[in-house]
């Protein structure tokens, strides 16, 4: 699978005491692919654009299609299969500020 990546700096948003900084933001075009195990040490929030595929997290499996979103944790291991899908990723760091 080849991922197309946009670095991004600078760009965050502040609530309350908190502040959320947008890393990267990435996408998968429609094609059949399988990611292995793996987490991130930031927040990640996953949205399929058409398509469908599962995804498992923490043993649990879940059904991805066509307007599904979800977000993973730091250190939150997960993976994903498609079956032919199209993903988006936002990729994100929250601290307090």
Not at 43 to 61: D, K, N, T, W, Y
Not at 77 to 93: A, C, I, K, P, V
Request: hydrophobic share 30%; charged share 20%; glycine share 12%.
């Amino acid at each position: 699978m080849k991922t197309q990546y946009v670095y991004l700096s600078g760009i965050s948003a502040v609530f309350g005491d908190y502040a959320a900084t947008l890393n990267y933001v990435g996408y998968d075009s429609p094609k059949s692919w399988n990611i292995r195990p793996h987490n991130h040490t930031d927040f990640e929030l996953h949205m399929i654009g058409v398509g469908s595929g599962r995804l498992v997290v923490a043993g649990r499996e879940f059904e991805m299609r066509s307007g599904c979103m979800y977000l993973t944790g730091p250190g939150v291991t997960h993976e994903q299969t498609s079956d032919y899908m199209e993903e988006y990723g936002l990729r994100f760091d929250i601290e307090r500020r």
